[in-house]
């Protein structure tokens, strides 16, 4: 399930963050996510929570910043 999209990147930090994103790094925010909803509600969720989509962009640009990928 993803949380996020690259055009959710886009439209929150610009077009040349995006041409360093890695897919890796989208898929691992959302197992990241995944992992702690999990306990709480079964996945796939129905909707996705706006926050939901702004915690995966940011777990996201976090790990390309941190060179995690």
């Given at each position: 399930m993803a949380y996020a999209?690259?055009?959710d990147i886009i439209d929150?930090?610009?077009?040349?963050h995006l041409l360093v994103l890695a897919?890796?790094?989208l898929a691992d925010a959302d197992s990241e996510i995944d992992l702690f909803?999990?306990?709480r509600?079964?996945?796939p969720l129905a909707t996705v929570p706006s926050v939901l989509v702004q915690?995966?962009?940011d777990i996201t640009i976090?790990?390309?910043?941190?060179n995690d990928v």
């Amino acid at each position: 399930m993803a949380y996020a999209t690259q055009q959710d990147i886009i439209d929150r930090y610009g077009l040349e963050h995006l041409l360093v994103l890695a897919d890796r790094a989208l898929a691992d925010a959302d197992s990241e996510i995944d992992l702690f909803v999990s306990a709480r509600y079964d996945l796939p969720l129905a909707t996705v929570p706006s926050v939901l989509v702004q915690v995966a962009v940011d777990i996201t640009i976090y790990r390309l910043c941190s060179n995690d990928v």
